[in-house]
């Protein structure tokens, strides 16, 4: 088993991103995790290298962006960034500027989390948003590229959102009669979406796009 990885995590202090960051701590894998952040991540380990920075700015730091796989967990909410030139800077600007920096040096694998309803055509702003870095990110034909588009995310955020709150807690209600081709409107767990992550990053499946009902499936074989 290959225990020399390197990988690299942008989001590691998100929902989703600190589980993965914990996942591949643990994984025997990886010798190192590259965190590029603009805030300490709460987790200690001889394993994580941190690279405090402006995630707009990360192409200084070009140099220092080698490894074997980037986890991108990037993502922010209409209530958290109602100004929309910023959120555009976020959900689509980090990630494609990431894309661009693993075709630049050679990484092989890039896997980057979008959002169920991505569409570049959609009227729908956020929606919209989605679909353009999903062209983005594809334009740079990275060998093992993964966009994975889940589902409302469940679990406890630090921050307080309370609409997210009330959506989470519908979602648990209706869940159980989404089934058939609904199943994949279903919340996902963030564990959920880390343990495919790390699945897809050292395992032969075919890249592209995987709705959340095929993240759910891959997650069983962690």
């Not at 009669?177 to 767990?189: A, P, Q, T």
């Not at 963030?190 to 499946?205: R, S, V």
């Amino acid at each position: 088993m290959q225990s020399d990885k390197t990988a690299i995590i942008l989001g590691a202090t998100g929902l989703t991103g600190s589980i993965l960051l914990e996942k591949l701590v643990q994984d025997e894998r990886y010798r190192k995790i590259k965190v590029f952040t603009r805030r300490h991540v709460a987790l200690k380990d001889p394993k994580i290298e941190e690279y405090l920075v402006e995630l707009f700015e990360i192409e200084r730091l070009s140099g220092l962006f080698t490894a074997d796989e980037v986890y991108c967990c990037i993502g922010t909410t209409k209530s958290k960034t109602p100004d929309k030139e910023v959120y555009r800077n976020i959900d689509f600007g980090i990630p494609a500027t990431v894309a661009k920096l693993c075709k630049q040096n050679k990484i092989p694998s890039f896997l980057v989390m979008s959002s169920m309803g991505a569409n570049a055509e959609s009227k729908i702003f956020y929606n919209r948003i989605k679909g353009e870095m999903e062209g983005a990110v594809l334009e740079q034909r990275i060998p093992n590229t993964y966009i994975l588009q889940p589902s409302l995310i469940a679990g406890q955020r630090p921050e307080s959102r309370p609409m997210e709150y009330i959506g989470k807690k519908f979602m648990s209600v209706i869940d159980h009669f989404l089934v058939g081709k609904l199943e994949k409107y279903r919340s996902i767990d963030p564990e959920t979406i880390a343990k495919t992550m790390i699945y897809l990053a050292n395992n032969d499946y075919p890249a592209g796009r995987l709705e959340s009902d095929q993240i759910k499936y891959i997650s069983e074989k962690f």
